[in-house]
């Protein structure tokens, strides 16, 4: 299944590094959101995005910062990580508000040492 | 409390095993109730949505019960393949129109031959 795609799938970083993970998708839907899920933790929602625009910042760090240029694509920007932001971030897309289908990407499992 | 409180489990069953679980909710706004699965180390995928009236698909059978703020899963007939975390999510409109989903922290199913 290839509706919603997340680059990369594994990423390791120093806590200095500055990195982006990208997810695109291909169903046609108008918001998009970001994910964190950690061991043992449900999913928590970090950002929303509707037509574009930010709907819901869920009291996430400045140092995740998100980026949708347009409706199919989803950027997550990341600096001067912690090792406990070390999780599976996943992205997820919808037809339009959040009682619609969310339909998720693989994730990116990422390790910040 | 939780916004979205599930029993982690583990559930143990055999194959062939009716099993339930439950979940309760806080805020009596929500609007929308799913149960979504979610494999080792795979993204969630929607299993159902849940209503009012009840819904079943299959050996899967769905219930909501708004007075009591209380959404159940049964599974008939388990099956090998039904081993897998089960998440019971919650959409309320929170300050936006768009909404947003809550995840429980997912009840663990395996089934053994």
């Known amino acids: 299944e290839t509706g919603v795609t997340q680059t990369p799938r594994h990423l390791v970083m120093g806590m200095t590094n500055k990195k982006s993970l990208k997810c695109e998708q291909h169903l046609g839907h108008n918001a998009m959101y970001w994910y964190k899920q950690s061991a043992k933790k449900p999913l928590e929602l970090m950002f929303v995005y509707n037509f574009k625009e930010q709907t819901e910042n869920n009291s996430v760090p400045s140092r995740f910062s998100p980026e949708c240029p347009n409706s199919s694509h989803l950027f997550l920007h990341l600096h001067t990580l912690q090792p406990e932001d070390s999780a599976l971030y996943l992205c997820a897309s919808s037809r339009s508000g959040a009682t619609d289908t969310q339909y998720f990407g693989p994730g990116t499992r990422l390790t910040v040492l | 409390r939780k916004e979205v409180e599930q029993d982690p489990g583990p559930f143990n069953v055999p194959e062939g095993a009716t099993v339930a679980f439950n979940c309760t909710y806080s805020?009596?706004?929500?609007?929308?109730f799913f149960w979504y699965r979610q494999d080792c180390r795979k993204e969630p995928k929607l299993l159902m949505s849940?209503?009012?009236s009840g819904n079943e698909d299959g050996r899967f059978t769905a219930q909501l019960n708004r007075a009591s703020q209380y959404i159940s899963l049964l599974i008939r007939d388990s099956k090998l393949s039904d081993s897998a975390t089960y998440l019971c999510v919650v959409s309320s409109r929170g300050g936006t129109s768009y909404g947003k989903l809550t995840f429980g922290q997912g009840t663990i199913l395996t089934v053994h031959p």
């Open positions: 805020n009596s706004a929500s609007q929308s």
């Open positions: 849940v209503y009012s």
